[in-house]
């Protein structure tokens, strides 16, 4: 990985590729949080336990990643209430 930040290799393609995959699940999540909480009120959740992970094209994420996505909607949304279930 380093060796492709400091430009010496190109990424391999399947990984660009599942890398913006990523990317855009990422931002389509955080976009649907701030969109139901926008139309819904109330706060957003966000699973605490792989329990609480929601069903839907997201379910497969780790923990990790849905602490980045409340991390990004309380960048885009200050002073939003996130609750953790």
Same mark, same amino acid.
């Given at each position: ?10 990424? &391999? ?7 913006? *995959?990523?990317?855009? %699940?990422?931002?389509? @999540?955080?976009? $649907?949080?701030? /969109? ?10 966000? &699973? ?7 069903? *839907?094209?997201?379910? %497969?994420?780790?923990? @990790?990643?849905? $602490?980045?996505? /409340? ?15």
């Amino acid at each position: 990985m380093r060796k492709w930040e400091q430009g010496e290799r190109e990424i &391999p393609e399947g990984v660009a590729a599942k890398l913006r *995959g990523l990317v855009d %699940d990422t931002h389509d @999540e955080v976009e $649907r949080l701030i /969109a139901h909480h926008r139309d819904h009120g109330g706060p957003v959740l966000v &699973p605490r336990w792989e329990s609480g992970i929601p069903s *839907g094209p997201h379910q %497969d994420k780790p923990l @990790e990643w849905w $602490r980045v996505v /409340a991390g990004r909607v309380i960048d885009h949304r200050p002073g939003i209430d996130v609750e953790w279930c």
